[in-house]
């Protein structure tokens, strides 16, 4: 475990000392405790940032900031299996594990979970492909004012989101694929200092989902991952790289179960008489989500200016005997940013 004093922090300290403890911890996360070491709650680097957007002082007392109700771990109630299915879905930077009377005992981290040296090296020289250059037709009217990667949820822009979620993983290299507003793209992160590495692609024209690929010409690593702007994931992308590599696959689907309600009745005929009729059934498929490993070979099967579809590309590996496999993730991992009713959930739930 971590030097507990860059962990933890007392309600009475400002923000100015816990953005210090933050960058000094690498979790993005402080457990907040009183002088006995009773659990009061967690703050987080995003809880300071709204509040730094608010105009708050940073000479100003954290209490009114921290979540008072944070996840914890029963100290008596350890398994680490569990465990990372927790940090993944909550993205938690730690977690205060603590005893019955609720008096923190430790603090376990996302790298003790996932940072290993090995698999810090696997993922952090593998390339990441954002496909960011759609014009978001299903977010107007936000995106009539922005770009759809910048569209912000909780003050800070959803491809931010998707990249920092990359980032827990120690993804370093990301490619974004733009087109409509592509400078106003490329302003806002070069305004930023971030710790990963960024390349910029241009589409001559709008070439669909996956026509821009062909323009990467810097992918270094024999396999990579492809992802649209306006998804996001929480998945722990170890298993799924080792999925992908495992089956020896040249494009793997992350896909999801997912469940549709029929908003109307369900009418069945016979000669135009009524045989039955089922009220709102619900109907259950395995959804593409939108994100993909795939093998670096797989550039070249992309045309050179013209418009093609993801859709298209899965066809063409299928049709050209590539093997094609799936990688099953939870219906609640994953979040489709790009519909106006996802997104406006979004705004209070990332």
Known sequence: MQNKNKLLISENETIKKAIIKIKKNATRTVVVVNDKNLLLGTLTEGDIQKALLKNVKIGSSIKPLYNNSPKKININNIDLDKISKIFVKGQ????????????????????????????????????????????????????EILPKPLIPINSKPMLEHIIDNFTYFNFKKFHLVLNHQAELIKSYFRSKKNNFKLNYVKEPKTLGTAGGIYFIKKIHSDDFIITNCDTLFKIDYNKFYDNHKKNNNFITLAVSKTQHVFPYGFCKLKANNLISIDEKPKFNFIANTGLYFVKKEIIKLIPKNKKFEMTDLIEKCIKNKYKTGVYLIPSNSWTDLGQLSDLQKSFKGI
């Open 92 to 143: 938690y930077g730690a977690l205060p594990v603590v005893d019955s009377k609720n008096i923190v005992q430790k603090v376990i981290t996302w790298p003790q979970i996932f940072n290993t040296k090995k698999v810090k090296l696997k993922l952090k020289n593998i390339d990441v492909v954002i496909m960011a250059g759609g014009k978001g037709e299903r977010l107007k009217p936000y995106t």
